[in-house]
Each structure stands twice: as C-alpha cells, then as structure tokens.
C-alpha cells in the first residue's frame, strides 16, 4: 500500500541543507547512483554491495522510512549507501549543484507515487524544475532510469522528458520501451508487480549534448499546452 505525504504543504517546502558528498562517503570520487523516492530503502540496500565500485544515495519525503533505511544500513555496515530525507523539488537542486563535475552517473525514478486526481498532478515527483536540476548535473552519456506501474504516470514523465530534448531513448523512439529493467535487483514495488502479473513500463535514457530549455507551462498541462523557450535554464 502506498502511503503518501503532501509535498505541497507547508512542512515539505522548507529548503533543506543537505550534506555534502564527502560527509556522506568514505569515496566520494566514486561514481554516484541517485535514486529519488527510495521508500525504505532496501532497493540500495541489496544493491550497494553489488556494485561496490558505485556510490549510491537515495533521498524520500518520507521521515521515517529514511530513518528505517539508514539504521539498516549502520547495521549492517554498508559504506557506499546512504539515505536523506528530503522534499527533492524543494532541496534537491543546491545539492546537486555543488556536487563534482562527473560524479552523478546515473539517476534512477522508480515508481514514484502516482497521485492519481488530477488536481493532485502537480504533486507527482518529476517536473521541469527538477528534471532541469538532473539533466545540468548528469554528463554527457549518462543514464536516467524510469519505471512505473501506472501507465499514465510514466507517459507524463516520458513526455516531459522527451519534450526537454536533453536525453536520448536507449532503443530508439520507435519502441523506447525495456521488457526487462537495467538494474541488477528488482524493487520491491517491482517485485510484486511482477508477480501479481501487473505490466510495468521501463524506459533508459542517455543524457546528449543539448542544453536544458526553460519549460514555461506547468507539468499538469503537458503535453498540449507546454512551451519552451530556448535559454538557460537559470532563469528559473
């Protein structure tokens, strides 16, 4: 069962400051995995002594499932993983911002809540603002994943991705869609769908040469009403 907290209320909009990359990591020159809504966790917590070569972090919007995931992870002594609490369209972006040039490789959305109504649409996770904030950050051939059970949810993310001309589709535009996801481990939203039979739509994007546009229109108006205007994207 999902459980939701309203990223729009005043509690969620307060700019958090986040620890640096070096108060995080033993090696923070390592190549970092961002995985935004990581829920309680165990998805890294499994995956992170698979790839010990990588570094990854998950922040969530919910309080205590950060707390559970980062008493795991002291627990059992993982040291390339760790877990922030945060609003990641309100904190996020200084974040990345000061991280080092190249550090960010791969930055993952898995399942994110769907909020369904649509006057609830501007509190899904991705939006141009933060889809600006990942895309100035990633460099040059590297990868953005998305999946989602909700085949509504993963179209909007799609077509805003799409629309910003930032990323390439790792199989092409004719049948973008992976049958199978990237990762080494399934979450655990993955794993039950997969078991209760529930399609699940996955899409691998690899970060071009092309400079983030201003997207002017709100994320809840894509894709018929949105406009760009070709300028840099501080001027958000």
Known sequence: MRQHVNPLSRFYQLPLELPGIHELYEKPELPLHLDIGCARGTFLLDLSPLEESWNHLGVEIRQPLVHAANKDRVELKIKNVNFLFCNANIS????????????????????????????????????PSLLASIANTLGVGMQLYIQSDVFEVINSMRQLVDISECFDSSKGLSSPWLEESPMMLPTEREAYALEKGIPIYRLLYIRNENKFPYISAPCEMLPNEIRLINTNVNTL
Do not use: E, Y
């Not at 996020?92 to 791969?106: E, F, I, N, T």
């Open 92 to 127: 996020l972006h200084s974040w990345l911002v000061a991280l080092p040039q190249g550090v960010l490789q791969r930055v993952s959305i898995q399942f994110p809540d769907p909020w369904f109504k649509k006057r609830h649409h501007k509190r899904r996770i991705l939006d």
